[in-house]
């Protein structure tokens, strides 16, 4: 027969209690797993305010495709460099929301919260500017677009809620859109 020391035996014997310990508790213990939520997405308002501005997009391609407008081609092309920095800004901040993130890659954990333009994911600002039809190419329908995004701009900067992620960024670049939309109506009118 083997020796077996005092200390052999007292630790064998610790390591075997603490074996069945852990093994009593992790059977008795239940396991609350967490489900994983896809982050909300970002207001309404600034999805609608990108949406007016792919909209006003298409509008201003549509006019430099025209060619006949009663502004020049080269006030055209500014005037639509200049919506597109400022889709490009509201798109930085859109990119600050994880939720919008999620749902532009498609991510399956992002379930079916699509960013979509229109109200059905809550109250949609005065105006709705985020739905309604392609604006025309011309000067005019350009000057009234541009009108009506910057009263939805501003109407939405009145309502936003004061505690709101990003809000000091979003109020700044809301109201500077605005400004900039309401010189874009009077340059087209």
């Not at 407008?69 to 600050?96: E, G, N």
């Amino acid at each position: 027969m083997v020796e077996i020391s005092r200390r052999t035996l007292l630790g064998r014997t610790v390591l075997g209690v603490g074996v069945l310990a852990g093994a009593g508790l992790g059977l008795t213990k239940s396991v609350h797993h967490r489900v994983a939520v896809a982050p909300p997405l970002p207001p309404l308002a600034l999805r609608n305010a990108r949406a007016v501005h792919d909209r006003l997009l298409a509008g201003y391609d549509r006019a430099l495709a025209a060619g006949g407008s009663s502004i020049s081609a080269t006030a055209l092309k500014a005037l639509k460099a200049d919506v597109t920095a400022q889709r490009d800004a509201l798109s930085a901040v859109l990119d600050q929301y994880p939720g919008w993130r999620y749902a532009q890659r498609g991510d399956a954990s992002a379930g079916s919260a699509r960013p979509s333009p229109g109200p059905s994911s809550g109250a949609a600002p005065a105006g709705g500017a985020g739905s309604g039809p392609p604006v025309a190419g011309t000067a005019t329908a350009l000057a009234a677009a541009s009108r009506q995004a910057a009263a939805a701009l501003r109407t939405s900067t009145l309502d936003w809620p004061a505690g709101a992620d990003h809000s000091e960024q979003t109020l700044a670049l809301f109201g500077s859109i605005a400004a900039a939309l309401t010189v874009h109506a009077q340059v087209l009118r």
